[in-house]
């Protein structure tokens, strides 16, 4: 499994309108001012919002700092930095800010899930598995499925499978068409040789419409499973669909040497 698709964070802000705290960090009180401040603080918070649904992560960084200037006390900036600097693998950046954001809102369920997937891609799973617990043992955490899911893919790290299957199963239990749930067990299953079951599961999330890079898994993984079972025609099938729905990324480009090597 890899961590940049199966884990799942909650990307806050992406969303949500921004939620300005009530203390914008000022000493004036003169009303006119204040509310110039948290003008120019969304100003800047909307501008770094666009930039990172588009992929410019750097320059919505410069806006997210920007708008921290003006908005200090505001944990959901905190949140959104802390994922802009995950998405550049600045780790440590991205950690600082997950937790001062729930040093600002202790209950900030989105932190903490985001702060589990951080750990998962610092190879941190014992530390995953803790918080994902935390998270799991909260009432009134509204996305229990996301978190069983980085729970169950930590678990599987540290090679606890028989945990880690309870737990994607438990998630589809929560959200049956939770797409990263489903792959994580069907390649559970293809790893520990049930594999029609994988298949089963594969081309249930195709069927979901994922997107391009998880379609792409998708098809590569189904062709080597009828490889296995003898049936070249099909691998080829889904080796092309693979190489086709995404020719640059990961699975396309393994899916294309794939079919030099069948034909």
């Not at 980085?150 to 309870?166: D, P, S, W």
């Not at 070249?232 to 294309?256: C, I, M, N, Q, Y």
């Given at each position: ?107 900030l ?25 935390e ?11 996301k ?29 049956e ?7 994580d ?79």
């Open positions: 499994m890899r961590t940049t698709r199966r884990i799942a964070p909650l990307i806050a802000g992406l969303g949500l309108a921004l939620q300005l705290a009530t203390s914008l960090g000022c000493a004036t009180t003169d009303p006119a001012k204040v509310a110039d401040k948290e003008r120019r603080a969304r100003s800047h918070y909307g501008l770094a919002m666009n930039h990172l649904r588009e992929g410019r992560t750097g320059i919505a960084i410069r806006e997210l700092l920007a708008a921290q200037a003006l908005s200090p006390n505001d944990p959901w900036i905190d949140l959104s930095l802390a994922e802009a600097y995950r998405l550049k693998a600045h780790n440590a950046e991205s950690e600082r800010h997950l937790k001062r954001a729930l040093e600002l809102r202790p209950d369920h989105a932190a903490k899930l985001n702060l589990s997937v951080l750990y998962i891609q610092s190879e941190r799973y014992e530390e995953a598995v803790q918080l994902s617990q998270l799991l043992g909260d009432a009134t955490f509204p996305v229990p499925w978190a069983l899911t980085n729970q169950g893919y930590a678990l599987y790290k540290l090679g606890r499978n028989a945990e880690a299957r309870q737990a994607f199963e438990h998630a589809l239990e929560y959200h068409r939770f797409w990263p749930a489903r792959l067990l069907a390649i559970l299953d293809e790893e520990e040789g049930r594999r029609l079951e994988a298949l089963e599961s594969l081309e249930q999330v195709l069927a979901l419409k994922p997107g391009p890079v998880a379609e792409a898994e998708c098809h590569y993984r189904i062709a080597t499973i009828y490889i296995s079972l003898g049936n070249r025609a099909k691998a080829v099938h889904h080796l092309s669909a693979a190489s086709e729905t995404k020719p640059s990324g990961e699975w396309g480009k393994r899916s294309a040497d794939y079919l030099k090597r069948l034909r």
